[in-house]
């Protein structure tokens, strides 16, 4: 069987990873803050004074992992796609981003309150899975590769097929 000898170099793999736990960590921390935690102000309970930081922060770095995106689509999946292994790891992460994306697009956007607690909620849920799948996919990524050449695009090393 044909084996897939493809990695996301070292550099760019700590960028990546750097902006995941960034948009993690703070959009996790706005989640925290806008639902649970009030401090009282001069009229009344109001908004942690972090609550805005955070989420300017998770929509930085959120830009990043799109730019990171399109790298992996044309460096990662475009290699990657032609060897049909591991599909389905590979589609549930495609899909999960595309939602992660299209609900931040809806909570900049929707005016509805209503729908925008759902929104909210679904795009928070999405968040937390998303490192989940991703380990999940790098883990079973690791088990069935062998050493990766190191030839290939700037971003990643190229696919090798063997028979």
């Not at 990171?68 to 460096?75: K, R, S």
């Not at 697009?105 to 309150?113: F, K, V």
Request: glycine letters at 8%.
């Amino acid at each position: 069987m044909a084996g897939i000898h493809i990695k996301i170099r070292k550099p760019w793999r700590r960028a990546l990873y750097g902006a995941l736990a960034t948009s993690w960590c703070s959009g996790i921390g706005f989640f925290i803050l806008s639902r649970w935690v009030r401090i009282e102000g001069d009229f009344g309970p109001e908004r942690h004074p972090l609550q805005f930081p955070l989420l300017q922060l998770h929509g930085g770095a959120a830009f990043v992992m799109m730019m990171f995106l399109g790298a992996l689509f044309v460096g990662h999946v475009a290699h990657t796609w032609p060897a049909k292994k591991r599909h389905p790891m590979g589609v549930a992460m495609a899909i999960v981003v595309a939602l992660m994306v299209i609900s931040a697009w809806l909570l900049y956007y929707l005016a509805n309150e209503d729908v925008r607690a759902w929104v909210a909620n679904i795009h928070a849920s999405l968040g937390l899975l998303l490192p989940v799948l991703l380990a999940i996919h790098i883990q079973r990524a690791r088990r069935k590769n062998v050493r990766p050449r190191r030839d290939g695009p700037a971003v990643c090393r190229s696919i090798q097929s063997t028979s």
